[in-house]
């Protein structure tokens, strides 16, 4: 499975943004897809979560209420819509994807990141 993150960029804080990551490859052994971030000097933080054949999804404490995950399994799409954003989202975010398991998942592969900028 292939992973390609998108959407990226430079915002005003209280703007938006929406990421996608787009699956090639062996997109049948997909399970669920996740985002993660990582901001220089910081540890990678969990974003979001969503699984692909029940539709659950899981959030990170920080961004609960202003990011939602979902997927569009017909085009092997994920996205993630990002609102109210703050300085602190900035960070190079990574979208991966678990062929098994339960939350939390473990991520068999990872797209190349996208990178998010939000000024004050």
């Known amino acids: 499975v292939q992973l390609q993150a998108s959407g990226g960029g430079l915002v005003q804080a209280g703007g938006s943004l929406r990421l996608s990551c787009v699956a090639s490859?062996?997109?049948?052994?997909?399970?669920?897809l996740g985002w993660y971030r990582q901001a220089p000097g910081k540890e990678r933080e969990f974003v979001a979560a969503?699984?692909?054949?029940?539709?659950?999804?899981y959030y990170g404490d920080s961004v609960k209420g202003r990011f939602t995950i979902s997927s569009d399994n017909a085009k092997n799409t994920g996205h993630l819509q990002m609102n109210s954003l703050k300085p602190e989202d900035t960070a190079v975010y990574y979208c991966?994807?678990?062929?098994?398991?339960?939350?939390?998942?473990?991520?068999?592969?990872w797209g190349q990141g996208t990178q998010v900028t939000v000024s004050s």
């Open positions: 969503i699984n692909l054949n029940g539709g659950s999804t």
């Open positions: 490859g062996r997109t049948f052994s997909t399970y669920a």
């Open positions: 991966g994807a678990a062929t098994r398991g339960r939350f939390p998942y473990e991520y068999d592969y």
